[in-house]
């Protein structure tokens, strides 16, 4: 008598299934990233505040331990309320400095490839030429 062995072998490799979660994980935070970094930030500043608020509690005495836990659980929720909005608002003007930062350097970075073609191409130095002097006319002419 023949009898078959009908053994289920998975299609996708479990290592492979993992990574692919993480790069949509990390997509996911690199698209959200004012979110993100909004809250790491508010999680420094919190973390800043809790030490100096453990400092001062480390002076107090014995008999008020429950409400110096109070008083830095009452900090910690506060500066979470209270700096929530400023914290993303940085975090996004961070980001938008950033982009603004990259696209002057890249485009620098293009000019100076430009100029280097220019000076060794004379259809291209006048072109760069003629260019420059429309702009000029049109800024003469508006008074900009």
């Known amino acids: 008598m023949t009898s078959f062995a009908h053994v289920q072998h998975p299609t996708e490799h479990p290592g492979v299934i993992r990574l692919e979660r993480a790069g949509r994980n990390i997509r996911h935070l690199v698209k959200d990233a004012t979110r993100?970094?909004?809250?790491?930030?508010?999680?420094?500043?919190?973390?800043?505040?809790?030490v100096v608020a453990n400092q001062v509690v480390d002076t107090w005495s014995e008999g008020h331990l429950l409400a110096a836990w109070i008083a830095m659980w009452a900090i910690a929720f506060a500066s979470i309320a209270l700096l929530a909005a400023p914290a993303k608002g940085m975090t996004a003007s961070l980001r938008a400095g950033f982009k603004r930062w990259n696209a002057a350097r890249r485009q620098a970075a293009e000019d100076r490839a430009m100029w280097q073609i220019a000076q060794t191409d004379p259809r291209v130095m006048q072109d760069l030429n003629c260019a420059m002097t429309r702009a000029e006319a049109v800024k003469g002419y508006f008074g900009d």
């Open 36 to 50: 993100s970094g909004a809250t790491l930030l508010l999680a420094a500043i919190v973390a800043a505040l809790l």
